[in-house]
């Protein structure tokens, strides 16, 4: 205990760690717009005149689509990229397909990460869904199977990216700067998103829809080149860290051994309440956040009647505020930790509360004051932003209370978000289709009960203590 004080901290900002979090926050940034990029896409690739027909045929340049709808502008028919007749119905297999890929290998991934090391298992994640975001035109071509095939293995690619990431952290976050660090490394998909939504449509209109998938995909072919080059799974084989920052992580981390494991205590896991806490957090929040990424453009463009380019950028606004709010978040929450001013258990619940809270009051708020467009964009800029700052509470709680098992446990956890996401989204599409205002108004009650249920669970259940069964001495006598 009293050596970890006696250390030396390590430098911050001019450290491999910091750079570590930095190249994180590039690759999440790559893989939220390889993965959003179709939602972007598929505004041009539509041809939504004709609804009925081949469910793959294509044209070249809609003219009555130009004809009827003469806001859009006409660069964007100019050029030369199919058009598809898929119904709605196919769209949203299509936007799905993705999750249930990610569903596949989430918690398979998480625990191979945390054998053969996350750095493989991340960059070649990375670099498949890269390689596939690049393919994604030609694949439209084929046709629509084909599609669904690439965005599944595409969210297993990516379901191996995003669990091995805190296999890497449990290494290398000293206890104290994890809120920090994995901020850091987690705004980079809400910056991705703020990206794809503003200038998705600007790189449709210029260049065709087509170059969204060839820019961001050759982003995450860079990105590959990066990770491979810099990153290392463990401070220790780190040929560039200095002695310094090295000891300072070693002796911070010297009480959260992580000796290779041979079993997952999966009974122990499962009577365990502080992890279905987490679980819970993870629910109630994918579950607001699944809504507002899928129909933020459609909610603004039939609630505040804006045209296609408009609603692209007004939807883009939350998500900078999102990423915003990330950083911050993770920055105070290690300064009220640094300085003693909170206890950890007090941190973890105060953010998580926060997170699940405001935003729901917001939701709840939206359809009162959907005749005032500064009000409603407002709260809808509030709503990711403030969600956001779950990141310091219950989505890094696995680093706490067992960390030897962070990325599996962590793959869980997203699991449990992403069925949350598909839930939310077909329940939404259900409610508004029935009557829209209405609707809207009883998606966002729904989500912000949701929000509570997951809230006052956490508060109940949440603990931060490493458990007994993910501690060293439980798996060496085995």
């Not at 039939?302 to 692209?312: A, E, W, Y």
């Not at 109940?460 to 501690?471: L, M």
Request: hydrophobic content about 45%.
């Amino acid at each position: 205990m009293d050596k970890k004080s006696s250390t030396k901290k390590g430098p911050e900002f001019c450290s491999l760690r910091y750079g570590l979090a930095l190249i994180m926050h590039f690759s999440n940034f790559t893989m939220i717009t390889q993965r959003v990029s179709l939602s972007i896409a598929i505004i041009a690739m539509v041809n939504s005149t004709q609804q009925h027909g081949l469910p793959n045929a294509s044209t070249e340049g809609p003219l009555a689509d130009t004809l009827n709808n003469p806001s859009r502008s006409m660069k964007e028919f100019n050029t030369g990229a199919s058009v598809y007749e898929w119904s709605p119905e196919t769209q949203g297999i299509i936007f799905s397909s993705i999750s249930y890929g990610i569903i596949v290998t989430l918690i398979p991934s998480g625990y191979l990460a945390g054998i053969f090391g996350a750095k493989q298992m991340l960059g070649a994640g990375l670099l498949i869904s890269s390689l596939l975001t690049l393919f994604m035109p030609l694949a439209a071509d084929f046709g629509v199977i084909l599609v669904i095939v690439i965005r599944t293995i595409q969210g297993m690619a990516q379901g191996m990216a995003w669990t091995g990431q805190f296999t890497i952290w449990a290494k290398w976050a000293p206890p104290l700067e994890r809120s920090k660090l994995t901020s850091i490394a987690g705004s980079g998909a809400a910056f991705g998103s703020f990206i794809i939504l503003c200038v998705g449509g600007l790189i449709s209109q210029a260049l065709g829809w087509p170059f969204i998938f060839y820019i961001f995909g050759s982003i995450g072919c860079v990105c590959c080149l990066l990770w491979f080059t810099v990153i290392y799974d463990d401070p220790m084989h780190h040929p560039c860290i200095s002695v310094r920052e090295k000891d300072y992580i070693v002796a911070s981390l010297a009480q959260q051994s992580s000796s290779p494991r041979r079993s997952v205590p999966i009974k122990a896991m499962v009577r365990c309440l502080p992890l279905w806490a987490i679980f819970t957090g993870f629910f109630s929040h994918f579950w607001l956040c699944t809504i507002i990424i899928t129909y933020l453009p459609t909610y603004i463009s039939s609630v505040l009647h804006v045209n296609i380019r408009d609603s692209g950028v007004l939807s883009s606004l939350p998500f900078i505020a999102a990423s915003s709010c990330t950083i911050l978040g993770g920055q105070l929450a290690d300064f009220l930790l640094s300085r003693n001013l909170l206890r950890l258990i007090t941190v973890r619940k105060l953010f998580s509360s926060l997170g699940l809270l405001l935003p729901s009051l917001c939701a709840v708020a939206l359809p009162f004051v959907a005749s005032s467009y500064v009000t409603t964009i407002i709260l809808l800029i509030l709503i990711p932003g403030t969600s956001n700052l779950c990141d310091s509470g219950f989505i890094i709680n696995t680093l706490d209370v067992a960390p030897r098992y962070a990325s599996f446990l962590m793959g869980i956890s997203r699991g449990f978000g992403l069925i949350a996401g598909i839930i939310s989204s077909t329940a939404t599409g259900f409610l508004i289709s029935q009557d829209s205002v209405s609707g809207w108004r009883n998606v966002f009650f729904l989500s912000a009960a949701v929000n509570m249920f997951g809230m006052f669970f956490y508060i109940t259940f949440g603990q931060v203590e490493i458990q007994d069964w993910a501690k060293e001495k439980t798996l060496t006598r085995l």
